[in-house]
């Protein structure tokens, strides 16, 4: 099994050269699949982020951090080898080159032996005290802005946990199906939706007296017809699905 540092850069690699491309939609449902919906891996790989970027912490505070992560990611590490295992047979596949971007964390959290390395890492986690005790510096480009893979996904970890956690059981099942589907069954389901709500709405029509509810529910009509195949339309439908 390779070190969670190298698996962590092999993603960011095959993320990197597959972006644009038609590929790049899979390799992301994957790494959703693989990691953001695992909560003990997407730690994993947060800390790895937070280890690895310009915080500005300050002198008091940041050697504690260290120790605080380190300690959590090997007992992460420890309790989630089958998962690791299974996350590095399935990169292995797609990216061949074992580059590491994270190399010193790697040395801090792998190293048996702490008395015959403890120079190189004492170096290594100086390395990264250093890194963390910078201040995160913010370039913008007026004309492009361009965010690096490794941000992204440093974003999309952190927003995704927290949006995930507040969710309900029945709203995380909802939404587990709706990004399990491909284009061919989230056309259908949406198909099926449109038909439910079309005929909910059409007894509405055909009961109401009110002439201006009749004109929203012939507004609305006109708004599903015009519906594309997202899955933001898939999931605006079924919530007014619920509603009617």
Request: glycine residues 2%; without cysteine; negative net charge.
């Amino acid at each position: 099994m390779a070190s969670f540092g190298i698996i962590k850069t092999k993603i960011e690699k095959l993320l990197e050269s597959s972006y644009g491309k038609d590929e790049f939609k899979n390799h992301m449902k994957s790494f959703k699949t693989n990691i953001l919906e695992d909560k003990n891996i997407a730690e994993i790989h947060f800390i790895y982020d937070e280890l690895s970027s310009n915080k500005g912490l300050s002198e008091d505070i940041v050697n504690e951090y260290i120790s605080e992560s380190f300690e959590q990611l090997r007992t992460l590490i420890d309790n989630n080898k089958e998962q690791i295992t299974k996350l590095s047979e399935w990169i292995d596949e797609l990216v061949i080159e074992n580059n590491n971007n994270y190399g010193d964390i790697d040395l801090q959290v792998y190293t048996k032996n702490v008395t015959k390395n403890l120079e190189t890492l004492i170096e290594s986690k100086n390395r990264i005290k250093n890194t963390l005790l910078k201040n995160k510096v913010k370039e913008v480009n007026e004309t492009t802005l361009s965010i690096p893979i490794s941000s992204m996904l440093q974003i999309a970890t952190k927003t995704f946990n927290k949006e995930f956690s507040n969710l309900n059981e029945e709203e995380k099942k909802e939404f587990k199906f709706f990004t399990s589907l491909n284009g061919t069954e989230l056309k259908s389901e949406i198909d099926k939706s449109k038909n439910v709500v079309y005929d909910k709405l059409n007894i509405s029509l055909n009961e109401s007296s009110d002439n201006e509810l009749k004109e929203k529910i012939q507004k609305t009509l006109s708004k599903i017809n015009e519906t594309n195949y997202t899955l933001t339309s898939l999931y605006r439908l079924k919530q007014l699905e619920k509603g009617l």
